[in-house]
């Protein structure tokens, strides 16, 4: 018999929302707070549990509001205090909580803290970021004429970090001579958690939030926050980012983690799901749980991996569904008894999810599978915007139309460094941009997809003419209908949420097929979930154990009724679950 260790987390369905891209409410073509609030209903109608908000702190704009530069402000495209604390409580009112993104490895170059930090060495800021004095260029392997260095500058960084969006990890300051970090774009650099005054600060301000009443957060890349003693050279030089291999779970990043825990977290029933890149299932283990940093469940990526080569994200290779099982399944056994899944195929950071694992020629059926997998699987499903309508990538045309400085920084870079050819660039993009993730949300079939009255900031996709929310909440075969039907059945079947994962036919190359099994004093449930991930008709030969077993299909992306298991010719991308109880 099991016991059963509930968390409103772990029953949760999340609904992430890049408000940038969801709703306008003021015709200026950029998403708001307000066009969130207009939406609310939808959610509520669609059975979410909970909203992960996109940041919508006041920032700049480098790299879409993960650039901060004032943690307790809004930013005034996205509307003021009074229009989060509305939608807030429209939220909470339909029984829905918030949680918000915390980005604490970095803040904005415009940030009060650098601002002050950077005019002086004596800056009582100073060491809340890493500042360091060049090197002389002889023994390093760098090259000065790499780096923007003013004229009579013949240093080069105080290491050969890389930055994840291209180029050098460090930038020189004329100002005060020195060097600071920033693994992401130039004007976003990195906060040093070895300053206690600094960790004071951000636990403050997190403090600040949960008194404003948002139930948890989602921490963007967190497990970068510390760096190792006297910030070495890369021990792998041929990594494709430079120093990952120094600056992922750094020496001190689970002091720190603790420390947040026990100065805010604890004693409350608060969510926290740490991004987490370069991570094992051994290191997932030491961040989440009682007997870790105490944080709900991590994102993961090995999954998001798999079609690319060594190279890294601006690379390609074929994925096959079976390697997509194998990673998933991986995890899934591997935090069965210790941890708990972050369950998702895409996000703001990644294209669509039905262009990448689906198959746009079956879009519905496609759509339709993917999601039976993330919420059928042991862990948190989350749904990005108008993956609920089987939302599809951007047909780009040309890098002009890209607005991700990710993806045009790490292009250029490859480029000049002969990484990427040129005729094989927009392919590349059109497959691999965030910028699929962020054109707007397509409510209906009007001009601009009833996304704004004005000039959207990012191009309507073309096909929101046959995929938009209006069409699919009045068709009852939609996508979206089917996502609904799914939430609503993960609320009432407790094995969904907390039964046994057991993967069945390991070895076949497009079925994934598994049990989900759940005993408690109050039932003895078992389901059978088939997936069938291809595009032509497979036959499902089922598990010795289970041929014959009486069955009824709960949910299904065709027409099907059985009373048993029995083998069957499984259409395109056909799922079914049966329940065996």
């Not at 993806?407 to 590349?428: H, Q, S």
């Not at 076949?508 to 059978?528: F, G, I, K, N, Q």
Request: aromatic letters at 12%; glycine letters at 6%; one cysteine or more.
């Amino acid at each position: 018999m099991t016991d059963i260790d509930r968390a409103w987390w772990k029953e949760a369905v999340v609904y992430q929302i890049y408000p940038r891209s969801f709703n306008d409410s003021d015709g200026d073509g950029l998403g708001d707070i307000p066009g969130i609030v207009e939406k609310v209903d939808y959610l509520d109608d669609l059975g979410v549990d909970c909203v992960w908000l996109n940041p919508v702190y006041e920032s700049p704009g480098v790299d879409n509001g993960y650039d901060i530069s004032d943690y307790r402000a809004i930013m005034d495209e996205f509307g003021t205090m009074a229009d989060w604390e509305e939608l807030r409580d429209a939220l909470h009112e339909r029984d829905i909580r918030l949680i918000m993104d915390l980005v604490v490895n970095h803040t904005s170059d415009e940030h009060a803290w650098f601002v002050d930090s950077r005019s002086a060495k004596d800056s009582e800021y100073r060491d809340y970021y890493w500042w360091r004095e060049g090197r002389d260029p002889e023994g390093t392997g760098l090259d000065p004429d790499e780096y923007e260095t003013p004229a009579g500058v013949d240093e080069v960084p105080p290491n050969n970090w890389e930055s994840f969006f291209g180029g050098p990890a460090w930038t020189y300051d004329d100002r005060t001579g020195e060097w600071y970090l920033h693994l992401f774009d130039e004007r976003m650099p990195d906060v040093n958690w070895e300053t206690k005054a600094l960790r004071e600060e951000l636990f403050e301000m997190m403090q600040w939030w949960f008194d404003n009443g948002i139930d948890g957060f989602r921490m963007d890349v967190i497990n970068l926050i510390s760096k190792p003693d006297g910030l070495p050279d890369a021990d792998a030089p041929d990594e494709i980012v430079k120093g990952v291999d120094q600056f992922t779970n750094g020496p001190r990043v689970h002091e720190y983690l603790s420390e947040l825990h026990d100065r805010v977290l604890d004693g409350t029933d608060a969510m926290t799901v740490g991004e987490m890149a370069e991570l094992s299932i051994e290191e997932a283990k030491r961040y989440v749980g009682e007997d870790g940093d105490g944080m709900s469940m991590v994102f993961t990526f090995d999954h998001m991996r798999l079609d690319m080569t060594d190279a890294g994200r601006w690379s390609f290779r074929e994925s096959s569904p079976r390697e997509l099982k194998e990673s998933m399944t991986h995890w899934q056994e591997g935090l069965a008894d210790e941890g708990w899944n972050s369950l998702f195929l895409n996000n703001h950071d990644e294209p669509r999810q039905v262009s990448r694992f689906g198959d746009e020629e079956y879009r519905r059926e496609s759509a339709k599978l993917l999601a039976t997998l993330l919420h059928t699987l042991r862990g948190t499903p989350y749904i990005y915007q108008g993956e609920e309508l089987g939302m599809t990538n951007y047909p780009f045309d040309s890098l002009d139309e890209v607005h991700d400085v990710d993806t045009i920084k790490n292009v250029r870079t490859a480029l000049r460094t002969g990484r990427l050819e040129e005729d094989d660039v927009m392919d590349l993009v059109r497959y691999r941009t965030r910028d699929n993730a962020r054109t707007p949300m397509q409510w209906d079939d009007s001009e601009h997809a009833g996304f704004t009255d004005g000039d959207p900031w990012m191009p309507v996709n073309p096909n929101k003419d046959d995929i938009n929310a209006a069409e699919a909440q009045n068709d009852p075969d939609s996508v979206w209908h089917y996502y609904r039907d799914l939430i609503s059945l993960r609320k009432e079947r407790d094995v969904l949420v907390y039964g046994d994962y057991d993967l069945r036919l390991r070895d076949h190359e497009s079925l994934w097929v598994y049990t989900r099994t759940l005993e408690t004093p109050d039932a003895d449930e078992t389901l059978l979930v088939v997936l069938n991930f291809d595009g032509d008709e497979t036959r499902f030969e089922p598990p010795t154990d289970l041929m014959g077993e009486s069955a009824e299909i709960l949910v299904s992306n065709y027409d099907v009724a059985v009373d048993a298991v029995e083998p069957t010719t499984l259409r395109p991308w056909e799922a079914r679950v049966y329940d065996l109880s």
